[in-house]
């Protein structure tokens, strides 16, 4: 099996189908032209949010529901943000999920939202394939806003706008992607996307934090394995910083947080002297100090508040995509 | 359950992200990008039929006629603010640009001031978003000054429904509170769904609804012309949202 689809459950692995219409459940599945058009609408969405009146009413009268079963605060907050500022109302459910009866729960829980009105589903998941689960089980449109390891394609979209406001082209750009790629499915995002708009990716992280066959993460020759922090870093244009995800660190993969720090933390001199002209990116939460310092953080090359907003407007240009158009056409 | 009946029933809705459908993806409509399409003018939004063969029935303005035309207007606008002062242009996506654009170059011969042109794309204030089948893009409202206090003249390059117009007045109102807005076309072509008219009309149209006005301009399409076409069956408005 490959790598991208560990952790699957069995009724629904990620892409086993091929991909389906009308969600947002990866980046894998989406074709570039679709990623591209995406990204231009995030563009015009971002000034949406510069203006001092920040809402149109292009959404009103519709429901976002946000099923949140794992702890998140930027994205929760980001999706919240922007379908407000479309005008479209927005209910969240959160909560734990309990290890038995996972699927059908999740299962019962949207039909539920659905009934209440709901015209999308807005779902993270801690097990890899809920997204895709609840696509071919629910009629209702589903935005994939993370399940497991497997992707966070709004994560993935928004990393490709601050990028590409900044290079215009990927093509021929080098990107270093550092950290727990096995457990990150931000990586996993990243990956598909960059690589479909023409750049390529070196990953580099303990190799206990590698999945076994990193190269078929993204689209094949584009994606490589660094053996040292230099090698991945020398000559990127960018650099993405994963973040450490220690909740998920229980099974001993690493010695220590302190021997993390040291020999795959991001520090301000290291970039400095590998790749001087290289953006640095970071998901959120940042682990200060452990997979990034603070003085690499608040360095020009850092783009993360960029991201932040641009977070924003890239779920409001996946929300457009998703609502609007919807009601008096559907079948 | 098989994936093809989930997909089934949701391919009418728009085909997905996938776009494994062979059909149009809702990530990428394709129309509007095809068209050179930048924004929409109410034509497009509201009264153009791109499935539809249109085929050329009159030629009814050509560059010197619309420059005559923009002119006088640029003159009308002076006569009836008194001048261009605290005046602004806002063009609406696409060709209202371009028009406003020049308005405002004969505002600066005529008077010798300058007025400010800004760049509205009203999608997001659409009233048939969710009736259409395809999914407008969206492009970038650009008006980098104030608009409270101001005298705003909208520019656009046909008035017909007027649907377009009552979006743009909603999407200004939300960027400020101007003093007045005028509205200036380049042909208004008759038709009125809501009540809304021009302070500034180039040429008045009569048309059937069967026809279509097609303003070319040199910015854009690379000559001036305007043009009425005609629907060679049918009625087009039937097929609205369904193209």
């Known amino acids: 099996m490959p790598t991208v689809l560990q952790g699957a459950t069995n009724q629904a692995q990620p892409g086993q189908d091929g991909p389906v219409p009308g969600h947002l459940l990866s980046l894998r599945e989406t074709p570039e032209e679709e990623i591209q058009g995406l990204l231009d609408l995030a563009f015009s969405f971002l000034e949406v949010l510069e203006r001092e009146v920040k809402k149109v009413p292009t959404l009103r009268g519709k429901v976002v529901a946000c099923a949140f079963f794992e702890p998140s605060t930027r994205t929760m907050k980001s999706f919240d943000l922007a379908a407000r500022y479309l005008s479209a109302d927005v209910t969240t459910l959160t909560g734990e999920v309990s290890s038995v009866a996972k699927g059908e729960s999740l299962e019962d829980t949207a039909r539920a939202l659905r009934q209440m009105g709901a015209d999308c589903l807005v779902i993270r998941h801690p097990l890899s394939g809920a997204a895709h689960f609840l696509?071919?089980?629910?009629?209702?449109?589903?935005?994939?806003?993370?399940?497991?390891?497997?992707?966070?394609?709004?994560?993935?979209?928004?990393?490709?706008?601050?990028?590409?406001?900044?290079?215009?082209?990927?093509?021929?750009?080098?990107?270093?992607?550092?950290g727990d790629v096995l457990h990150s499915r931000v990586a996993r995002s990243d990956i598909w996307g960059l690589t479909k708009l023409g750049a390529e990716v070196c990953l580099f992280g303990p190799p206990t934090l590698l999945p076994e066959r990193p190269e078929l993460l993204g689209l094949p020759g584009r994606v490589r394995v660094a053996r040292s922090l230099p090698e991945a870093l020398e000559g990127a244009d960018a650099v993405i910083a994963l973040r450490l995800q220690?909740?998920?660190?229980?099974?001993?993969?690493?010695?220590?947080?302190?021997?993390?720090?040291?020999f795959w933390g991001l520090r301000k001199e290291i970039l400095d002297r590998w790749c001087p002209e290289a953006f640095l990116l970071h998901p959120g939460p940042v682990n200060r100090g452990l997979e990034l310092d603070g003085e690499a953080m608040e360095a020009p090359r850092s783009l993360v508040e960029e991201q932040v907003r641009r977070g924003v407007a890239v779920r409001m240009a996946v929300l457009y995509r998703v609502l609007a158009g919807r009601a008096g056409s559907s079948g | 359950m098989p994936v093809g009946r989930a997909r089934g029933r949701r391919v009418n809705a728009g085909p997905g992200i996938g776009g494994a459908d062979g059909g149009i993806s809702w990530l990428m409509p394709s129309s509007g990008r095809e068209q050179g399409g930048e924004g929409v003018g109410e034509?497009?939004?509201?009264?153009?039929?791109?499935?539809?063969?249109?085929?050329?029935?009159?030629?009814?303005?050509?560059?010197?006629?619309?420059?005559?035309?923009?002119?006088?207007?640029?003159?009308?606008?002076?006569?009836?603010n008194q001048g261009a002062e605290d005046l602004v242009l806002v063009g609406i996506r696409r060709r209202g640009v371009p028009l406003a654009q020049r308005l405002a170059r004969y505002l600066?011969?005529?008077?010798?001031?300058?007025?400010?042109?800004?760049?509205?794309?009203?999608?997001?204030?659409?009233?048939?978003?969710?009736?259409?089948?395809?999914?407008?893009?969206?492009?970038?409202?650009?008006?980098?000054?104030?608009?409270?206090?101001?005298?705003?003249v909208l520019v656009d390059d046909v008035l017909y429904t007027g649907r377009t117009v009552r979006a743009a007045l909603d999407a200004l109102m939300d960027l400020g509170r101007p003093a007045e807005i005028q509205l200036a076309v380049?042909?208004?072509?008759?038709?009125?769904?809501l009540p809304i008219r021009a302070d500034y009309v180039g040429k008045n149209l009569p048309?059937?609804?069967?026809?279509?006005?097609?303003?070319?301009?040199?910015?854009?399409?690379?000559?001036?012309?305007?043009?009425?076409?005609?629907?060679?069956?049918?009625?087009?408005?039937?097929?609205?949202?369904?193209?």
């Open chain 2, 108 to 152: 600066r011969e005529f008077e010798g001031v300058t007025v400010p042109v800004g760049v509205l794309d009203i999608t997001l204030y659409r009233d048939d978003l969710t009736a259409r089948g395809d999914k407008p893009l969206v492009y970038r409202t650009e008006i980098p000054f104030r608009l409270t206090g101001k005298k705003v």
């Open chain 2, 207 to 243: 048309t059937s609804r069967r026809e279509q006005v097609e303003v070319k301009v040199e910015e854009v399409d690379g000559r001036d012309e305007v043009l009425i076409l005609e629907a060679e069956t049918g009625d087009p408005r039937s097929e609205d949202g369904e193209t």
């Open chain 1, 135 to 178: 696509a071919r089980r629910v009629d209702l449109p589903v935005i994939n806003a993370g399940d497991g390891r497997h992707e966070h394609p709004t994560q993935g979209l928004l990393d490709l706008l601050t990028l590409r406001e900044r290079w215009g082209d990927f093509r021929g750009r080098k990107v270093a992607i550092v």
């Open chain 2, 186 to 193: 380049l042909v208004d072509r008759g038709h009125r769904e």
């Open chain 1, 246 to 262: 220690r909740e998920r660190q229980k099974r001993g993969l690493l010695p220590s947080l302190e021997e993390y720090a040291s």
């Open chain 2, 43 to 80: 034509q497009e939004a509201w009264g153009s039929h791109p499935g539809w063969r249109l085929r050329e029935k009159a030629r009814v303005m050509d560059g010197p006629a619309m420059t005559r035309a923009l002119k006088r207007i640029a003159h009308e606008i002076t006569e009836r």
